[in-house]
């Protein structure tokens, strides 16, 4: 938590003072609704220009791309380059979020990733026809070539399937052209994706079955190396960005600035605590944003001869789904968080319109044709106010 920061792991302690600056931890509690209320009285007030100095772990919810499409997050590249922490010192994700010409609006000091399990998923090649990662044609013909009662991966329904074929495409996969402003949801790709999503969603149907897809985890012992997805016949399908198969980050533990702080340089003096600080903690499937950090940690972890959760110890490669830590696995390891990628920030609106109104078609309220009739419109006249 942001707490970690202010405070040390024994009994409170301390570890951040300054004498010019008072630092004041704002909660809302774990409450729902709690944080629904908090997020909107947030938005409101950087709208009229005020609120709090320093934002946290996405706290403004889907109330934040609006305030950062509106210029509410300040642009921290000035303090950076006067800093002198030189970027290249971290993997790009810690001044990714936002990012653009130069600009960083958000820094994330460690990663966490999205989907079940914090990880990706990995489906059986045999299943896709091809031993490589699947663009996004590939998958949803395999799945719709297929016959049969199945799911996509347990637990996940028919909007959260539909959410991992479009969330990680900054063009909706060819169907939003923003630079012209206009959009075509009536191609040959769409009715695949929305049909396949429909027909492998676990909607709670009941019985037992069994799930084409695995969710993967990248824990440090855990996640399937190349050898290991070649061994075991997998190739990893999510999440599928425009240039192929990259693990997902969330957007919990971002620092971001309100514009409107009088207190600039305040925030980024703390930011910069965080971002320097070097606290040894064990690692799973939360990686810190310094790349001397991460080696450090994996050097020690490659000392242990044993993995560790809580009280139980297993030794390498006698417990299920965990393997033994080698060099070759941490190099690896390093690749995806140098690979890694946040969702895209600019296509929100659209997913939630596209998302909206697919919830009628899963539920059987509207054919795929007028579904898709109805999105294109939407999605256009959206765009149309983008450029007006």
Aim: proline share 3%; charged share 30%; with cysteine.
């Amino acid at each position: 938590s942001f707490s970690d920061y202010i405070w040390g792991f024994s009994g409170g302690q301390v570890i951040y003072e300054n004498n010019d600056y008072y630092i004041v931890l704002e909660e809302c509690g774990l409450d729902l609704g709690a944080q629904n209320d908090y997020a909107r009285q947030t938005s409101i007030e950087i709208a009229a220009g005020k609120g709090p100095d320093i934002l946290y772990d996405d706290v403004l919810g889907e109330y934040s791309y609006g305030i950062f499409e509106k210029g509410g997050y300040a642009d921290l590249s000035p303090y950076l380059e006067s800093s002198g922490i030189e970027k290249e010192d971290f993997f790009p994700w810690v001044f990714g979020y936002g990012s653009s010409n130069g600009k960083v609006y958000g820094v994330m000091p460690s990663a966490r990733f999205l989907l079940i399990g914090h990880g990706g998923v990995v489906m059986d090649a045999e299943v896709l026809g091809v031993n490589t990662e699947p663009d996004i044609e590939t998958l949803t013909d395999a799945l719709l070539a297929r016959q049969g009662n199945e799911v996509f991966l347990a637990d996940m329904d028919s909007m959260k399937v539909l959410e991992l074929f479009l969330k990680g495409t900054e063009d909706l996969w060819g169907m939003v052209d923003w630079k012209n402003g206009v959009c075509d949801f009536d191609t040959e790709l769409f009715p695949k994706i929305l049909e396949a999503a429909k027909r492998y969603g676990d909607n709670g149907g009941g019985g037992d079955i069994e799930p084409l897809a695995e969710a993967e985890y990248y824990d440090v012992y855990q996640y399937l190396d190349r050898s290991l997805l070649a061994e075991k016949g997998k190739v990893r399908v999510g999440l599928l960005f425009d240039d192929g198969c990259h693990a997902n980050l969330c957007t919990a533990r971002i620092m971001m600035v309100n514009a409107a702080s009088e207190q600039k340089e305040g925030a980024w003096e703390f930011i910069r605590f965080v971002l320097e600080s070097r606290w040894e903690r064990d690692v799973r499937s939360r990686y810190p944003g310094s790349r001397e950090v991460f080696a450090a940690l994996m050097e020690k972890e490659l000392g242990k001869g044993t993995y560790a959760e809580g009280t139980s110890y297993y030794e390498y490669g006698k417990t299920n789904g965990f393997y033994p830590l080698t060099e070759e696995r941490i190099t690896q390891l390093e690749e995806i968080l140098e690979d890694a990628r946040f969702s895209p920030i600019r296509t929100k609106p659209i997913l939630d319109i596209i998302y909206e109104e697919a919830a009628g078609y899963f539920g059987g309220v509207k054919d795929i044709d007028e579904t898709i009739d109805v999105i294109n419109n939407r999605v256009q006249v959206l765009l149309d106010e983008k450029t007006d």
